[in-house]
C-alpha cells in the first residue's frame, strides 16, 4: 500500500537537498537527474504494486493540477 500521508523525517530538509542538488544544471540535466532519482527510489522500494499506484496517484494529480490552471 502506498504511504500518502507525510512520512519525511526532516521534509525541509529534503526539500533543500533536492533544490541543491539542481542547482547549475540545465534542463536537460535536471530532468536526467530527476529520471535517475526516480529510478532509484523505484528499485529501493521495490514492491511492482505500490510503484504503480504511485505512478497513478502521481500522474492524477498532475492531470487535476493542470486543469485548474
Known amino acids: ?6 512520512n ?8 533543500e537537498a533536492l533544490i541543491e542538488a539542481h542547482r547549475d544544471l540545465d ?3 535536471s530532468q536526467a537527474l530527476n529520471a ?3 529510478l532509484l527510489l523505484a528499485n529501493h522500494v521495490g514492491r511492482d504494486a505500490v510503484l504503480r499506484e504511485a505512478l497513478a496517484a502521481a500522474r492524477a494529480n498532475t492531470l487535476a493540477s493542470s486543469a485548474a490552471r
Do not use: E, K
Open 1 to 6: 500500500m502506498l504511504v500518502t500521508d507525510p
Open 8 to 15: 519525511l523525517d526532516d521534509a525541509d530538509g529534503f526539500y
Open 27 to 29: 534542463a536537460a540535466q
Open 36 to 38: 535517475r532519482l526516480v
